[in-house]
């Protein structure tokens, strides 16, 4: 190494640090948007309740009456924070599981978690079975989010015997998210018409079931999972250039993977548990951080939360501005605005991000 | 720099593949070029001794540091190891990647000296122009200049490089040699270079070991080794080894 720098490393060094501020111009972006989706999810609604009132509810509670204080703070910011918090969650948990699975199809759900927490919800829905004792008016959220959780283990037993590589993982995913649909068929089979239509509800997902209780245990879950992600941010980066690649710079590529799925599995089963099933969010979320601003987890990470989180929330939007006073289930929604904005940015960004 | 490696043994479940290796005279300063027909087992070795595979009973160490007493991912910021294939198609720029391997996964914040580093780095390999580029969009051969942008980066104690030039073009085959040769020399380090290009050998390295079925058959200096028997035995050919009136040792090998 010279110590004096020539021209071309300087020129070099600085392209570096315009991409770095552009990056992190993205995401300080996206944390805005984030923050106006956020401001027009909460005064929007069907009661007439203007967006200067919803504000002033927010600020200085109490002024504005009791019945706007039930509306913003007991409806609509649960529902807002709770919108973001979950998206975000898919959003992380998606783009770890597509870098570890070195795979960009790959989503929590790609992996049987869905699927399980659906079952685990028909569980409870059609036989009241619980897996989780004593959990109460929370039994069919409990269930899922348990059976979520016992098909991560599940896949993390089958890939111990078997070998922690991409592909097994995959292949046993797919497995088992075939054989909880078939089990969570046999649930529809068997269920009354009230029962068929609770299960088929749960699985479009809602955000109706927010709560402050639900947002406390999602941060909680985000204050946990986020900070380990972030301390394996290189090696989560060199895993892209492939096992051996990261092995050579001192990556544990098994360890490294199993310890991603168990961070994975807890984001996926909460988020889940809390609104149902909500396709596409994790598996697009990621691809739109990936675009704006590649890999390198440092950026990658948080922009792959802010998209999830962002989708959510104008999911959020969407599903009551359609139909004034009808509030549409989720899971339908996040498809219908999530791909249309995902095929433009695949138009407009030239780059290949994957190929 | 020095390294020590003894009974070193490894088998893929049940079938050997390294037998018994013990060297000692790795000299630094100096490219040892490791040689041997195909599935011979250098792979294998340059795994084992970066701590890939689990090696057990084997006693390697650099520079008086015990393997089987440290940690990978500090053992790996000591001895480097360039794996043969390096194919991606990650959105990451050629910079993202060799910043990488100068943090070697430890650091959290990136100082004005690591990235000075990796633009030194790049203007010495002649990439500085693909520095902004994804390195899924570059060539077979630009990966693997990057791939050796990221072992000189990270400035460790030993080079252990399979196949550095295996997807280059005859010029940047020398270049590549040549930056390499004096890395080696510059840092005094151990570098040792597996090469199925016998020319390439003869050429760059000071010191040649010979493989043959897991098992090191010969080391010595490279008229000595490319000339011997035991190299033609052990490829099936006849070699004919001579002195160009530049100096320069080739190697012409016939059926």
């Given amino acids: 190494m010279t110590d004096i720098a020539s021209e071309l490393q300087l020129e070099t060094a600085k392209k570096y640090h315009r991409r770095t501020k552009k990056r992190v111009a993205m995401l300080a972006l996206g944390a805005v948007v984030l923050l106006i989706s956020l401001i027009v999810d909460v005064s929007w609604g069907p009661s007439s309740l203007t967006f200067v009132d919803a504000m002033k509810a927010i600020i200085d509670p109490g002024s504005q009456g009791v019945r706007t204080d039930v509306i913003v703070w007991d409806l609509r910011l649960p529902i807002a924070i709770l919108a973001i918090l979950v998206g975000a969650m898919l959003g992380l948990a998606g783009a770890e599981m597509q870098t570890i699975l070195n795979n960009p199809l790959a989503d929590p759900?790609?992996?049987?978690?869905?699927?399980?927490?659906?079952?685990?919800?028909?569980?409870?829905?059609?036989?009241?079975?619980?897996?989780?004792?004593?959990?109460?008016?929370?039994?069919?959220?409990?269930?899922?989010?348990?059976?979520?959780?016992?098909?991560?283990?599940?896949?993390?037993?089958?890939?111990?015997?078997?070998?922690?590589?991409?592909?097994?993982?995959?292949?046993?995913?797919?497995?088992?998210?075939?054989?909880?649909?078939?089990?969570?068929?046999?649930?529809?089979?068997?269920?009354?018409?009230?029962?068929?239509?609770?299960?088929?509800?749960?699985?479009?997902?809602?955000?109706?079931?927010?709560?402050?209780?639900?947002?406390?245990?999602?941060?909680?879950?985000?204050?946990i999972v986020v900070p380990f992600f972030?301390?394996?941010?290189?090696?989560?980066?060199?895993?892209?250039?492939?096992?051996?690649?990261?092995?050579?710079?001192?990556?544990?590529?098994?360890?490294?993977?199993?310890?991603?799925?168990?961070?994975?599995?807890?984001?996926?089963?909460?988020?889940?548990?809390?609104?149902?099933?909500?396709?596409?969010?994790?598996?697009?979320?990621?691809?739109?951080?990936?675009m704006i601003v590649g890999e390198d987890q440092r950026y990658f990470l948080p922009l792959s939360a802010f998209a999830g989180g962002l989708i959510m929330s104008l999911t959020s939007i969407v599903s009551k501005a359609i139909t004034p006073g009808v509030i549409y289930p989720i899971g339908i929604i996040t498809s219908l605005i999530g791909i249309p904005f995902f095929l433009s940015l695949i138009l407009a960004v030239r780059r290949r991000s994957w190929s | 720099m020095t390294l020590h490696i003894q009974d070193l043994n490894f088998s893929y479940a049940n079938k050997p593949v390294l037998h018994d290796i013990s060297v000692d005279g790795f000299l630094p300063g100096q490219v040892?070029?490791?040689?041997?027909?195909?599935?011979?087992?250098?792979?294998?070795?340059?795994?084992?001794?970066a701590g890939l595979l689990k090696t057990n009973g084997a006693k390697i160490s650099v520079n008086g540091v015990d393997k089987a007493e440290t940690k990978r991912s500090e053992w790996n910021r000591n001895v480097?190891?360039?794996?043969?294939?390096?194919?991606?198609?990650?959105?990451?720029?050629?910079?993202?990647?060799?910043?990488?391997?100068?943090?070697?996964?430890?650091?959290?914040?990136?100082s004005g000296n690591d990235v000075g580093a990796v633009a030194g780095i790049l203007e010495k390999l002649k990439i500085s122009h693909l520095s902004e580029f994804y390195v899924g969009d570059l060539s077979g051969g630009q990966q693997q200049i990057v791939s050796i942008a990221q072992a000189i980066v990270r400035n460790p104690a030993l080079f252990l490089l399979d196949e550095p030039t295996s997807a280059l073009d005859l010029r940047h085959q020398l270049e590549i040699m040549t930056i390499i040769r004096e890395e080696t020399r510059a840092r005094g380090v151990v570098a040792i270079v597996a090469l199925h290009d016998l020319n390439l050998a003869a050429r760059f390295a000071g010191h040649v070991v010979l493989m043959r079925e897991g098992?090191?058959?010969?080391?010595?200096?490279?008229?000595?080794?490319?000339?011997?028997?035991?190299?033609?035995?052990?490829?099936?050919?006849?070699?004919?080894?001579?002195?160009?009136?530049?100096?320069?040792?080739?190697?012409?090998?016939?059926?």
């Fill in chain 1, 109 to 223: 759900f790609t992996l049987g978690i869905s699927s399980a927490a659906a079952f685990g919800a028909a569980l409870a829905i059609v036989l009241q079975f619980n897996i989780v004792p004593f959990a109460g008016q929370y039994l069919v959220m409990a269930n899922a989010f348990a059976m979520s959780i016992i098909a991560s283990l599940m896949l993390y037993a089958f890939t111990r015997v078997r070998g922690v590589t991409a592909e097994t993982m995959v292949l046993v995913g797919i497995a088992m998210m075939f054989t909880f649909n078939a089990l969570l068929a046999m649930m529809q089979y068997g269920a009354s018409e009230n029962q068929l239509s609770q299960i088929v509800f749960w699985m479009m997902g809602s955000l109706s079931r927010a709560s402050w209780d639900k947002i406390a245990i999602a941060t909680v879950v985000l204050m």
């Fill in chain 1, 230 to 290: 972030v301390s394996r941010n290189w090696s989560l980066t060199a895993l892209r250039m492939g096992d051996d690649k990261a092995a050579s710079l001192g990556v544990n590529v098994k360890r490294l993977r199993i310890e991603m799925l168990i961070g994975i599995s807890l984001l996926a089963a909460t988020a889940v548990s809390f609104v149902g099933t909500v396709a596409f969010v994790g598996l697009v979320g990621p691809h739109i951080a990936r």
């Fill in chain 2, 32 to 49: 040892t070029a490791l040689i041997g027909p195909n599935a011979t087992g250098k792979s294998t070795f340059f795994r084992c001794v």
């Fill in chain 2, 80 to 110: 480097c190891y360039m794996p043969q294939l390096f194919s991606s198609n990650a959105a990451l720029t050629v910079f993202d990647v060799v910043l990488l391997a100068r943090k070697n996964l430890v650091g959290k914040r990136v």
């Fill in chain 2, 215 to 255: 098992r090191i058959l010969l080391s010595g200096k490279p008229e000595d080794v490319l000339s011997s028997p035991e190299l033609a035995e052990t490829y099936g050919v006849n070699i004919d080894i001579q002195k160009t009136k530049s100096g320069i040792l080739t190697v012409a090998a016939s059926l």
